[in-house]
């Protein structure tokens, strides 16, 4: 049976970090400011929209793939590729659930010491969970290094504002 998946990036798609930026545009960088704002950053209310939409509605949505003659399809998830390290892993889902966002099925998160730009760790995710297990019908993403990557190997994805930040 073939397996769908929509991919969301959480900052800037789902959580607005702007009022953190000062911490990374200063020399020197104060990182760990940066992410211990994180639990007051304030949701993107389009993107948290479509977002538990598309958790909710995940089997009407696999029932209009099936009739579109996609043999064997099922029920798409919903899954995060964010490039937050993962030990801000429990605070990114508390921040979910005081948001009332419900869970995706999968946060994959950057290992904490890696500090690849952000397009690399993405298609390295991309590479270790999806490719040739499961198809993506699109990726929600704000940064333009990571929307062109992921373009230039056929991934559709929706521009959902920019950033640079890598």
Known sequence: MRSYVFLFDLDMVLADWSHRRHFIDQEPED????????????????????????????????HAITIGKVDGAEIPFIDCLTCRPERTREVTMRWFEA??????????????????????????MYRKHYDGKEEVLVLFEDNVDTIKAFRDIGITVYQVCESNLN
């Open 31 to 62: 990182r760990e400011s940066f992410y211990a704002a994180m639990p007051n950053d304030p949701v993107i209310p389009a993107g948290c929209v479509l977002f538990n939409f598309l958790v909710t509605q995940a089997q009407v949505i696999g």
């Open 99 to 124: 948001n009332g966002l419900l869970a995706p099925r999968h946060m994959h998160m950057r290992e904490d010491l890696d500090t690849r730009p952000h397009h690399i760790i993405k298609l390295d």
